[in-house]
């Protein structure tokens, strides 16, 4: 019988990092998953993200940023390396359908990589677990392939 990927990744105590998801995964099962652990769900749904403004602002939405913040790449760092408004163990991010923003601006969706990398390593200092899974066509280079 063959193990889920996934399932796995959620059976360890703390699951964190980025990874490149290779069979669809629906946002309900990631966020019962999530919820099992007592890990906050995001879902960002990429379907009509084309640009760096739309990416942030539609992650400003989901994941309840505060009314400061304002729409660039450092103050979506500092949110995701802050989430004081939000009650959980840890974070789950999971941003589907990425291909729509690649192909507009793939240098944007390598920044959001980075910029998730480095959350996850900021979480993993401060003792909470942080993952994020990606999706859609064809895979992130350099992420890890679950």
Not at 5 to 31: C, H, I, M, N
Not at 100 to 113: K, M, Y
Not at 129 to 142: A, N, R, T
């Amino acid at each position: 019988m063959k193990t889920d990927p996934l399932g796995k990744l959620f059976e360890q105590d703390a699951p964190r990092g980025v990874y490149w998801l290779k069979s669809a995964a629906t946002p309900a099962t990631v966020a019962k998953l999530a919820k099992a652990k007592g890990l906050a769900y995001f879902h960002l749904e990429g379907k009509a993200i084309e640009k760096k403004e739309q990416f942030l602002n539609h992650a400003a939405t989901v994941m309840h940023f505060p009314d400061y913040f304002s729409s660039n790449w450092d103050a979506f760092e500092e949110c995701i390396t802050d989430f004081d408004w939000i009650d959980a163990e840890g974070y789950v991010i999971h941003f589907d359908h990425t291909d729509n923003f690649a192909a507009h601006h793939e240098s944007q969706l390598e920044t959001v990589v980075e910029l998730f990398q480095d959350a996850v390593d900021y979480w993993k200092g401060e003792g909470k677990p942080m993952l994020v899974l990606l999706g859609g066509g064809d895979p992130v280079p350099g992420v890890k392939k679950l």
